[in-house]
């Protein structure tokens, strides 16, 4: 978690602004490969005199936040696809469960799901549901429609599925959020 304190941050480092928008007020940061590996828990104070400059950092400190997530969800769900238990890191994200830009939507483990692309794509698409009770559930139509192997084998056969879990009880999947995001699912069909 990059916030240690209020108002302090854990940094990382190297980082480089990526893109700029100015007109969305909008900036990416790219972490380099191993940004936070062994950083200790040194603390930058966050100016809250310099309006300006403090924003640009509050979005930098989100996009970090982001980068921590990914990285506690990967590590609770053993770098693992929740779904198919792909184990390739570069084809995993850290998914919400609350949407992203659900102002509720916090990053923290238990609003997480590791995911591969595909999956991931398909849970942010109501292509995919995962029920309260962690059983994965395909939208009726998807499930039956007739195509190749990647239809048939990474998402009809997961129908009915249990999700694999973190092992730590406290790091599972917020039911309330599941729920949430499973009625959003069950509106799309
Ligand atoms: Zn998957």
Known sequence: MPSVAKGRYRPFWPAVIAEDHPETLHVAVELFEGASAGV???VVPVDATAPAKSYA???TLQRLHQAGFRERVLRAYRQCCAVCRLRHVELLDAAHILPDTDPRSIPVVPNGLALCKIHHA???RHILGVRRD???EIRPDVLAE???PMLRHGLQAVHGQALLLPKRIDERPDPGFLEERYDAFRRAS
């Open 146 to 148: 007739h195509d190749g």
């Open 134 to 136: 962690l059983v994965i």
């Open 57 to 59: 950092k509050r979005l």
């Open 122 to 124: 398909a849970y942010d």
């Open 40 to 42: 200790d828990l040194a």
